[in-house]
Every structure is written in C-alpha cells, then in structure tokens.
C-alpha cells in the first residue's frame, strides 16, 4: 500500500474515502432546465475515473422557489431532480467515487427579477453588493417554509442514491442568520449566537428526522468573516463548536472571509498572483481546536501543497476543486507516478470568473472541461498516420502540435521566435501573472515527449512549409498589436505591448486608452503606475475592462488605486497631435456633445491585435480546401471537415486563435482542439 498521505483512506462515520482527494462543491453552470443532465454528468464521471475519492456537486442546489439560482444551478426544489441525481451518483459510484451535493438557500445572494420573480429574503433590509437585490425581512412563515424546503431536498438526494449532502453556510441565508451584520431580526431568530443559530438547527432537525442519523450530512460554514461587524474568528469557533455538539453534522467544510463583494470573494478564492492556501492554516486551527473531520479548499493549486495539508494535519480532506477542471486524472497520475504529467492550474480563474458572467464554466487552458462528450480528455488516436505542420509555438500551435502527436501524427513546429510562448510569455513577465507560462511550459514538455520536431528562430516562409510535404498545415500565427484607429495621429501613440516588452519606457504623465478591454491594457497601465507615472486610463464603454471580468478584476484595481490611477469610461480618445513635447488628446464620446482637448507626455493603445495571416493567404492556393472548413462538423463531430475544392492541392489547411481574430486563450486552445481531434 502506498505511503503518499494523500492516497491513505479516510472513514467518515460509515463511509470509507479512499483517498483524500476531493473536488468541493462548485456549480460550473451545466446544468439544462436545473437538471444535471448529459453533460453535467459526464463533467463528475470524468472525475470520478481520474481517481477522486469524493465529488461534490451542485455548489448551491436551491432547496426554495425564492432562492433562484444566478448563474444556472441545480433545482433541488424538484422531485424531477432525483433521477438524474441518481444517474449521476450510480456512474461515480461505478468508478469508485463518493458523491454527494451542496443545498442551501441563497438568501439575499440572488436577484428578485430572477426566475418567479419572487421577493429575496433575508434577515434585513439590506442589499448585497454584489447582486444588488434588496431583500424582504424574513418571516416566520417564511422560516417554516424554508425549512421544509431543506428537508424536502436532503430527503430527495438520499432518494437518489447519495452518499451525504452539504448545508452552505457562508454569505447564503444560514450564514445570514449568523452573522451579526447582516442578522437584524428580534428574538428568537436575532440577538445573541444562540438565536442567531436557531435557524440552523431548525434545519438540521428537520434534515435528520427525514433522513435518520445514518445519512452524511455536513456544514461548509464560515469560521471567520473577517469583516468589521462580522463573525469574529472567536464566534465562528463557537459555532464549529455548537454544530459539532449537536451531533447532526458530520463535517465541516471550512471557509474564511466575506463574498458578499467582488473583493471579499475573491479573497476567499484566490486567483494566480495571489497567496496559495491562504486559509489552509486556519482550517488547521479549527480541526486541532474542535477535533472534529475537516474538509477545506481555497487555492490549492498542486500536489505538493495538497500532500503537505494532509501530512501535516491540517484537514482531513483537501479540495483540489480547480485542479480538477484543469487536469481530471491527477489522483490516477499520483498512483502512476506521473506527477510531471499532471496539467498545472495557472491560477487564471477563466472557469469561476465565466459562470459569474452568466457562462459555462471553461478552464483557459483544457478545452474538454465542460465538453466531456464531444471532446474526451484523453486524445484518441487517429486512424491513419499524417505529416503535420504547425506554423506558430503560442498556445494555440503547441496545442495543435500536441494534440496531432498524441493521435499519432508526425508533427513540426516552426516559430519565429527562440523559444515557445507567444503573447503569454509576453502576459506572463507581470509577477502577478507568471504563473501564465505553466500553459506554455506543461504543452512543451508534452510535445517534447512526443517528439515534435521544433525549428526555431525559424520565419516559415511558403516553399518552406510545403517542402516538408506536409498532409494538414496549421497556421497559428498569431497576431500584432493594433494601433490604427484615429482620424489623425496614429504615429504619435505607442501599443500596450511596446510597454509590457520593455521596448518603451513608460512616461511621466499617461494615458492608456483600452479599446479592447482585455488583460493587456490593465497589464500595461499597472506596469506604469509603477514606474511612478501619473496614470488614467480611458474607456469609450460604460465600464472598462469588460473582458476581464470581476474577480481578476480585483488585483488590478487594488494595485491601480494605491497608485492614484484615475478611471475614466465612456470616452472616447478621436485625434493625438504633437504639442512641444507632448501630446494633445482630442477626447469625444459614442454620446455624442463632447469635444475636449487633454495634455499628457505618452498616450498607449490597447486595440486587441491584427491577425498574422499573410502566410496563411500565401499556402490557401495550394491547399486541398482553400482554408474552408465545414462549421457543421467542426461543432457535431461528423463528416468531412475539409471540402476537397482544389484536387491539385497537396494539403488540407486550416488556421487558428489570433491568427484568425482577436480572441483569448481559451479560444485559442479550444480550436486547437476541436480541429486536431477531428484531422
């Protein structure tokens, strides 16, 4: 038996785990009229063949009509849930896996233009920042329903097959209750912590008199708001305490921090960047001092930290829960002894920042996360041997170049450049966001191991790439930064990119005008600031930086305003003319009145890019499907991809990520994909 403290088993009440590993509950958005069907299915099986011991689903199942789900959660609230449920449970289980599911009631943590458009409730008047719902102050009648909502759900789940359920308890309707900013309800539900947790157990009660006392049932609760006027660390202690003692919760899921705000919940899921397991020694604290089963996650981001919260103590089950969505086989690659195998998380957030924009969660960098079905995680081999050539060692290229090796094709690289990496070796010189370069480093070790043929320093010229008489030619190009755009003055700015390579010095006063609203503007003008320049950055939309999205959002704000960074949206920045030594902008607006003219020493653009795509028009006349390719069997999977149009073609050619348009990462590695799985 294997001395790794991960893969020891771990018996909780009647249940053996045989690992320690754990996916916590998250909702990756999957789910189709609130069911978990096909592909939310597929999704946890993945995991539950990679070696798991443990998934837990349906991060915020809604047990109640007026808890309407904000980004395309389980329905719980429906008989018609159980079985799929059970469908789910009964394939995990086939694979040795535990399943179990997170129920709650989100409280003011919703909207009331959702769904029934029912009033959200809570225990106070009091709007939630984040979702902007006032709520209704909860009633009596509305606590008696809501309680049989609960039970209701844990008993459906038990139906299902499951092997526990999960009661959410941070910045939902429990933790409302809780907490002491949020809770302004008189006795017996507000006051003191005992009726600011009679609530909880009128729930627990409920629970356990329709599922018995056999039936797993845990609590991932806040320990510790960390927020004036919030559950203090010594309260939330308390409570672990108080729920231990009840003898109805068998574990606890423990969180530190608020969510009710961008900043507050990125804190408590920390992005790349930002501290690893910041709350890991926390969770520690709370399992030393209430000797009881501890589960936990926040940016745990690898094996080595994952094995080291095991060994030394710390908690009993560790949640690897973004890892998973990068890589589904770490535990199997553990048992293997492949760890160098093992698909880092770059920390990127892509996955959770979508389903808060109203997405299917998506990792930046595994395109079959979310798409089990149409594209297995494991690349099956092709049926007949080809000569690939790949124009470009981006993301987008080495994806291709991985991909068509591992179906068994001989596969060449060239790229311009000395080494691979494209726009994120650029991304990844911010010390914020090295991390990037785990996309770029993790595809070369594979395409290496494969054996892709590298030319480097290498500008593929047309005769070059057919000289290699190739079968399928892949441009992946990328592109160059965008600067034209104005009625006058072009030649007077400078790229975000000439900031980040270091090519140009940043000025003392400057504007950065983001058109693109991407990572690149907000790179660049962070890069700036600390040069110590005066910095504004404008935007002709109503709010900038629209492709970020909130929680990568956070670190760039937080490091922008303690430099005294002016934001400024819904301008538009129309002519650049050279006075003396500076600039002169002309500013107008898409609103149209406004026509003003501001001075600054350097103004950078961040217009997104223009593809590289001359090499691509150069080979489309020697190819066999002049560039075309059949949408229909791109998306369903079927049929020829390439029309045969030019029968004295010598190769099928098709192109890629930027060198298509300005799109990201995940764009980039999702053609990469979905084109080489089908060549």
Not at 494 to 522: M, Q, T, Y
Not at 609 to 632: C, I, Q, W
Request: net charge negative; hydrophobic share 40%; glycine share 8%.
């Amino acid at each position: 038996m294997s001395q790794d403290p991960l893969l020891q088993p771990f018996q909780l009440k009647h249940l053996t785990l045989k690992n320690r590993v754990m996916t916590t509950s998250h909702e990756p958005a999957y789910p189709e009229e609130g069911m978990p069907k096909e592909r939310y299915r597929a999704y946890h099986v993945a995991r539950a063949k990679g070696g798991i011991a443990l998934t837990m689903t349906a991060g915020s199942a809604a047990v109640s009509r007026d808890s309407p789900p904000v980004f395309n959660n389980i329905l719980v609230w429906k008989d018609e849930v159980v079985p799929w449920m059970r469908a789910l449970a009964d394939e995990c289980h086939e694979h040795g896996a535990a399943v179990m599911i997170q129920l709650t009631h989100l409280g003011r943590r919703t909207r009331w233009d959702k769904a029934d458009w029912l009033p959200a409730v809570s225990t106070d008047y009091v709007r939630e920042p984040a979702h902007r719902a006032f709520s209704k102050k909860i009633e009596e009648w509305d606590i008696k329903r809501i309680v049989r909502d609960f039970a209701d759900a844990a008993e459906r789940m038990k139906a299902a097959g499951l092997d526990g359920i999960e009661l959410q308890a941070y910045g939902h309707l429990m933790d409302q209750f809780w907490s002491p900013k949020v809770n302004r309800l008189d006795a017996p539900y507000g006051g003191d912590l005992t009726n600011r947790m009679r609530y909880t157990f009128d729930v627990l009660k409920a629970i356990r008199e329709r599922v018995g006392d056999d039936f797993i049932v845990g609590m991932r609760c806040v320990a510790d708001e960390d927020f004036e006027g919030g559950i203090t660390r010594e309260e939330g202690m308390e409570i672990c305490r108080r729920l231990k003692a009840s003898g109805m919760v068998d574990f606890l899921n423990i969180i530190r921090g608020h969510i009710d705000t961008d900043p507050g919940l990125t804190d408590v899921i920390p992005i790349h960047g930002m501290k690893s397991a910041p709350h890991l020694d926390f969770a520690g604290d709370v399992r030393k001092e209430i000797r009881f089963p501890v589960f936990h996650a926040a940016r745990i981001p690898d094996v080595a930290t994952a094995r080291h919260a095991i060994a030394e103590g710390k908690i009993d089950m560790v949640g690897l829960t973004r890892a998973h969505m990068t890589d589904p086989h770490i535990v199997r690659k553990i048992v293997e002894g492949r760890e160098h195998d093992i698909r880092p998380c770059v920390g990127a957030n892509y996955c959770l920042d979508r389903i808060y924009q109203g997405g299917m969660a998506h990792c930046i960098h595994n395109a079959s996360t979310g798409r089990e079905h149409e594209l297995p995680h494991e690349i099956p081999p092709a049926a007949e041997k080809k000569r690939v050539v790949v124009i470009g060692a981006g993301p987008a290229g080495l994806e291709a170049a991985r991909v068509a090796a591992e179906r068994g094709h001989d596969t060449t690289v060239f790229e311009a450049a000395g080494e691979p990496g494209g726009q994120i070796r650029l991304l990844a010189q911010s010390k914020r966001r090295a991390e990037l370069i785990g996309i770029i480093d993790w595809r070369y070790a594979q395409c290496t191991r494969l054996g892709v043929q590298f030319r480097f320093n290498t500008w593929a010229e047309p005769d070059m790439v057919q000289n290699l008489a190739p079968d399928i030619v892949v441009v992946a190009t990328g592109g160059y930064p965008k600067t034209e755009g104005l009625r006058h003055g072009d030649d007077l700015v400078i790229s975000a990119w000439d900031i980040l390579s270091g090519d140009v010095k940043p000025g003392r006063e400057v504007l950065v005008f983001d058109e693109a609203g991407d990572n690149v503007g907000l790179q660049a003008a962070e890069k700036i600031a600390d040069s110590g320049a005066e910095v504004e950055i404008m935007t002709a939309d109503r709010s900038f930086a629209p492709e970020v999205m909130a929680m990568n959002l956070t670190p760039y704000i937080r490091a922008l305003q303690k430099k005294n960074t002016r934001f400024t949206v819904t301008y538009r920045l129309d002519e650049v003319r050279r006075d003396g030594n500076r600039l002169e902008a002309v500013i107008g607006s898409d609103y149209g009145g406004i026509a003003e003219t501001r001075s600054y020493d350097q103004i950078v653009v961040n217009r997104g890019v223009t593809p590289m795509d001359e090499l691509y028009f150069d080979l489309k006349s020697a190819s066999r499907n002049h560039g075309e390719v059949d949408y229909g069997v791109l998306v369903n999977g079927s049929g020829a991809l390439f029309p045969k149009n030019n029968p004295e073609g010598g190769f099928d050619l098709y192109r890629i990520g930027d060198a298509v348009s300005c799109r990201n990462i995940h764009a980039a590695i999702y053609d990469a994909l979905r084109f080489g799985v089908r060549c």
